[in-house]
């Protein structure tokens, strides 16, 4: 479970306090947390937390670490989408973080041009990235990207560092766009309620993680799952165009 799974339990749990109830996220009457589930459910009224498996007012969901709603599982060499459309999350900023998201100002593009090694599947050029980048900013938009683990990529723009994935979040706020792969960012992107063009590619399923109000760029066959390098994903990948992108992007911010 990843941040954009918990993002997807936050909005799977949303409203739940307002119905009298809160939702456990568990299996088998024990709640199931993992790093990133204490992050993202920080000081979220309507998901029980570990240690209150006994209260009356639960509702229990099964997605959490070793059972997910939009997919069967995985073997040792793909992932198995299943049918499911995400609500949009939620998170709930406190003021420091609030303050720290608007510092960085409005109306900017974040551009996330980097995937997980684990997933090379998901990774749209990078050389693509930076091109539709300076396409933006030859039309006077400011586009960012943040400064994570990894290292920027050069040419995409200026460079935010934020201490925090729910920073992150509260600075992606206050932007136009995003515009980057299937992942944490791009669930995030719906939570805080950002426009988005997704680069789905073949290997997620826009069917199994994307959502309505996003701009989804997949292939007819997208889903493939595989783990290892795979040439049809490659191939996925290669036939989105820098122009399909650009051209997507404006019609989001149009």
Not at 69 to 82: A, E, F, I, M, P
Not at 153 to 170: M, Q, Y
Not at 195 to 214: L, M, N, Q, T
Not at 233 to 239: I, V, Y
Request: positive net charge; proline residues 6%.
């Amino acid at each position: 479970m990843g941040y954009g799974d918990e993002l997807v339990a936050s909005g799977l749990a949303r409203g739940a306090r307002e119905r009298g109830e809160r939702i456990a996220f568990g299996l088998d009457g024990k709640i199931r947390w993992t790093r990133q589930s204490y992050e993202i459910f920080r000081g979220n009224p309507n998901v029980a937390a570990p240690g209150e498996e006994g209260a009356s007012d639960l509702r229990w969901i099964a997605h959490c670490p070793g059972k997910r709603l939009n997919t069967s599982g995985r073997d040792h060499q793909r992932w198995h989408w299943l049918p499911f459309r995400p609500p949009a999350g939620e998170i709930f900023f406190d003021n420091e973080e609030a303050r720290f998201g608007a510092s960085f100002g409005q109306d900017f593009i974040v551009i996330e041009p980097r995937v997980k090694p684990i997933y090379p599947n998901k990774q749209w050029p990078q050389e693509r990235y930076r091109t539709v980048a300076g396409m933006l900013m030859d039309r006077g938009l400011r586009v960012v990207q943040f400064k994570g683990a990894a290292a920027p990529v050069a040419g995409c723009g200026e460079v935010i560092e934020t201490p925090s994935f729910r920073k992150a979040l509260a600075v992606l706020r206050n932007a136009a766009l995003y515009i980057g792969a299937e992942g944490g960012l791009h669930h995030g992107a719906a939570a805080v309620g950002t426009k988005a063009v997704v680069i789905f590619g073949g290997w997620p399923d826009p069917r199994s993680s994307g959502y309505d109000e996003h701009r989804n760029l997949a292939a007819a066959d997208a889903g493939c799952g595989t783990l290892a390098r795979c040439r049809h994903c490659m191939n996925a990948m290669q036939s989105i165009s820098v122009d399909k992108v650009f051209e997507a992007a404006l019609g989001e911010l149009a």
